[in-house]
């Protein structure tokens, strides 16, 4: 079969079945990407005669004779104006989705449909996770750099690429040609180092259980053996025996050794159970077919208060104390009590008092890029893995225990990677690659389906009571938090998102009498992971919807009753443990800024209608406060070198996947060494490159790599300036750095001369402590709808208090896509579960955000600088999550006078709250006053 693919012939055959995003990457097509499968994402958007056609829905055969052009042939060696536009308003963060887009816009160019008006209906077949898609907007429709009016607060748009300026992403060039290498592209000329082996990629797949809980008896595997191309079969029999947790931190105690890498019990549907790695991905699944597996069924619990019941099934009993489970005659995972003063007390002085329960639901990530990773032995027998991962280090100590193995004996890298907000600081295929490629000795490749993904981690559900009271002049006189958290059948992360969950959200508000009780339990159900917010956005959306109730029957206005009760620079901050934190302050405080600029925005107003004279109208608003790194230790060690051709290279070990920290990293070092960016290089996220850093969670890239970086940057100025003193006898004070060298006296000498005579190298770890706390604020303005629940966000700002704004652009895109990803889980997305098994396994049926589904967000900087961040930075990645589901929530009640209290707000949802405030003459809440 003969096709033209970006100007070259292309002859080869098509499997029976093949697809045409599979036939174009295993020609070293690449630029199309695999996101779902399913033609839902648009990831793999080819044009075949100029017309765009998500090609993993493309029959392979049917390119016979075409011309496909990719992402890749879209430009020559210049990027077309469209890829220009992309870059410079920074339309993409991990930009896995990027090729695809610009391939459906090049089509839309052609027949005139990029406009404001068409682009919604014409680019719903292009989904992005990451940036809210009003920065893609703008680059499609007008072409400006991505700076509004409304970020006026901070500079934008400098022709500098030091801090403050606006730099596009240092990959933008490659990922808007599609080819910036991810995980999974292999043979796109990515460092040398990381190539994987010539020669055929073994394909592992899993079979997984039908069952919510059960016992294997047998497993019968010599259907699968039979196989044609089957290599290997694993089961329970075959791993280590050996309890380890998939979630991934500095200290591997804080999470709960419960799980096996192939268990004799398997506790959620989905559970893996027996893994295949065969010659193709095809054999592979041929070869779970065929597998035989004899359960014993076991009694099933899905609900979290049902299993903290007497009779309860007990899904860990049979585990110790080593595994550090809370409870597991309970059920309980992790329990979090903290009390400080007396709250029966101050619910007794309190002249208003309010009482309910909120309820938060599964949620999905929807990384573009779904997990995967591809292992082999190197020439000297290592164990290599190039995976998606945020936390490289934490994956191969861990792959080091579990296999008996020396940190030497184990790389772990990953190139870029296609986002991840959390679910990329767990271990799920690494694990098994390791095992296959161990046994093996060949390349193994695993990676999930989108379906696979639904079937693996989630974010918490939580059911939040809240009791708060309040005196005559709207002071809090006490606040109580009850939290129960779903942690599925695996604790992973569940301590964490417990203890955070209940942290800042109490932290936040001055109140003389607080108390927090959470528990994590078992269930089983998927197991909830990590996930951008790691637990507040949940407990947000009790006390923030509580408190605004609680304003409301004082009679106060929000943002008031907000600025009686938050807390100022100097407080303490108590939260669920009921004492401070000893390393955790106020360094910089702009709260106070957030919310003024909110405010000021909203009754400013964007001029944007109600839809028609039978809406309701309604605002609301939340605060959030976030730690800038987490508790318990996170660290990073960075090494800045300048080179003989006036480079300088940065080495560090955080990840990229869209958080834009190599661009700020690189800010950084160009700022502190007088050079611009142009000078430094970057590598990261390496194993056998870099040196240790805890990983890219936690929002850190920037609080404590950039610190790490920072550091090393300022020691290799100074070493530079002494080389200069030495090598010209000048006064030091006389020096400026400049591109390329350093001039003393007037003299320039080159890196070369300065180098000449030894390397010029420096050191520096940051530890992650000291902490300071980022802040966010969000209001909105809504339409409700009250025949049909309907509701439209007519008004949407965020404002942000993230210290010294690095990167206006990138931080104004990690705000939009927060705020997005957060709209879309208080609307409508939701994973849907019956009796463990999930129902919502493609993006189409869980309702991803798409273009024409998001308002534009108003994003506002507060004019802080922070003393513990570099250069006055704070985090700025989760935190615009966290306030948005409380302030939606807040504006619906304000718009049809009934709480919404449990997410999503979905349209029936809301419309039943009106049809029973109508019938019911009860309160909604439990009042006392
Ligand atoms: Fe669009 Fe990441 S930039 S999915």
């Not at 934008?156 to 801090?163: A, F, K, T």
Request: aromatic content about 4%.
């Amino acid at each position: 079969m003969r096709f033209q693919v970006d100007g070259e012939a292309v002859d080869r055959a098509a499997r029976p079945g093949q697809c045409l995003r599979t036939l174009l990457r295993e020609t070293g097509h690449q630029a199309p990407k695999k996101g779902c499968d399913a033609g839902d994402c648009g990831a793999c958007t080819v044009l075949v005669d100029g017309a765009a056609v998500h090609s993993c829905v493309y029959p392979a055969h049917r390119a016979e004779g075409h011309t496909i052009t990719t992402a890749a042939g879209l430009g020559t060696a210049e990027p077309t104006d469209l890829q220009r536009r992309f870059i410079e308003n920074a339309a993409f963060q991990c930009g896995f989705c990027t090729a695809g887009m610009l391939v459906t816009a090049t089509e839309l160019e052609r027949t005139g449909d990029l406009t404001p008006a068409t682009l919604p209906e014409k680019l719903k077949g292009n989904l992005c996770r990451c940036t809210g898609y009003r920065a893609i907007t703008d680059a499609l429709t007008s072409g400006r750099p991505g700076c509004a009016p409304n970020d006026a607060t901070v500079p934008c748009g400098s022709r500098s690429d030091g801090v403050g300026a606006g730099v596009g992403a240092l990959a933008g060039g490659r990922i808007v040609r599609g080819v910036e290498p991810f995980t999974m592209d292999v043979d796109m000329g990515e460092q040398d180092s990381g190539k994987v082996p010539p020669g055929e990629v073994l394909r592992l797949e899993v079979v997984r259980s039908p069952h919510a809980h059960a016992r294997i008896v047998s497993i019968d595997t010599a259907g699968a053996e039979a196989v044609p191309g089957v290599r290997a079969v694993f089961t329970h029999a075959d791993v280590p025996d050996l309890l380890y947790s998939t979630a991934r931190h500095e200290i591997r105690e804080d999470d709960p050794d419960d799980t096996v890498m192939l268990d004799r019990i398997v506790r959620f549907r989905g559970q893996r159970v027996a893994a295949v790695v065969a010659d193709s991905l095809a054999a592979a699944r041929a070869g779970c077919r065929a597998i035989r597996v004899e359960y014993e069924l076991l009694p099933a619990v899905f609900d979290p208060e049902e299993a903290l019941a007497e009779q309860a099934p007990l899904l860990h009993a049979e585990k110790g104390p080593e595994s550090r489970i809370a409870d597991p005659g309970r059920n309980v995972v992790a329990a979090a009590q903290g009390r400080v003063g007396d709250v029966t007390a101050g619910l007794s002085a309190a002249v208003e008092v309010v009482q309910g329960e909120w309820r938060t639901h599964r949620v999905q990530h929807v990384h573009l890029e779904t997990h995967g990773s591809i292992g082999w032995l190197d020439r000297d027998g290592r164990l290599v893995l190039r995976t998606s991962t945020q936390v490289p280090f934490l994956v191969r100590d861990e792959l080091c225990r579990l296999f008996g193995l020396e940190r030497s004996g184990i790389r772990v890298f990953a190139t870029r990677v296609g986002s991840g907000f959390g679910a990329k600081q767990e271990m799920f295929t690494e694990d098994l690659v390791a095992l296959a490629v161990l046994k093996t000795g060949l390349p193994v490749q695993y990676e999930l389906t989108r379906s696979d993904e639904f079937l693996t981690t989630c974010r918490h559900p939580m059911r939040v009571r809240v009791t708060a009271g309040a005196d005559a002049d709207g002071l809090l006189t006490a606040l109580a938090v009850d939290v129960l958290a779903d942690a599925g059948a695996y604790g992973n992360h569940s301590a964490g998102v417990l203890f955070h969950g209940v942290g800042e959200s109490v932290a936040i508000y001055r109140c003389p009498n607080k108390r927090v009780d959470g528990h994590a339990v078992y269930t089983n159900n998927v197991p909830s992971g990590a996930f951008r917010g790691y637990g507040l956005g949940q407990v947000m959306f009790g006390v923030e919807s509580a408190l605004d109730e609680l304003a409301r029957r004082i009679g106060m206005d929000p943002f008031e009753f907000r600025r009686r009760n938050l807390v100022r620079a100097g407080d303490e901050l108590i939260g669920g443990a009921g004492h401070a934190e000893p390393d955790l302050t106020i360094a910089s405080y702009g709260l106070d800024q957030c919310l003024d600029l909110a405010e000021q925005a909203l009754r400013r107003g964007n001029g944007v209608p109600a839809p028609g004279p039978d809406w309701l109208i309604g605002e609301g608003m939340a605060p959030a406060m976030i730690a800038t790194v987490p508790p318990r230790g996170h660290t990073s060690t960075a090494h800045a070198t300048l080179l003989a051709d006036g480079t300088v290279e940065l080495r560090a070990g955080t990840a990229e996947f869209g958080n834009g920290t190599t661009t700020v990293l690189a800010q950084i070092a160009a700022t502190v060494l007088g050079t611009d960016i142009a000078h430094i290089v970057i590598r990261h996220a390496d194993t056998d490159v870099t040196a240790h850093d805890t990983g890219a969670f936690g929002s850190t890239g920037i609080t404590v790599a950039g610190r790490a970086v920072h550091a090393a940057c300022a020691q290799l100025r100074e070493h530079v300036l002494r080389r200069a003193v030495a090598l010209t006898g000048a006064d030091a004070d006389r020096h400026i750095f400049e591109p390329g060298g350093i001039r003393v006296d007037g003299r320039f000498l080159t890196a070369a001369t300065l180098v000449a005579d030894g390397e010029l190298t420096a050191t520096a770890t940051h530890d992650g402590t000291p902490r300071s706390v980022s802040f966010n604020v969000h209001a909105f303005r809504v339409a409700v709808q009250p025949d049909t629940g309907e509701v439209r966000i007519l008004h949407s700002v965020q404002a942000a208090d993230a210290g010294t704004v690095l990167n206006p652009v990138q931080c104004r895109g990690q705000v939009e896509g927060g705020v997005a990803q957060a709209i879309g889980s208080a609307l409508y997305e939701e994973i849907r579960v019956e009796q463990g098994e999930v129902r919502t396994k493609t993006l189409r049926h869980y309702h991803l955000p798409q273009l024409s589904d998001l308002p534009r967000t108003e994003v506002l900087f507060a004019e802080t600088a922070d003393p513990l961040g570099p250069l006055g930075a704070k985090s700025m990645s989760e935190s615009p999550y966290n306030p948005v589901a409380p302030a939606l929530a807040n504006a619906i009640r304000d718009a049809i006078g009934v709480r919404p209290q449990q997410l999503p707000m979905t349209a029936d949802r809301i419309w039943r709250l009106l049809r029973d405030a109508r019938t019911t003459a009860a309160p909604h809440l439990g009042v006392r006053g």
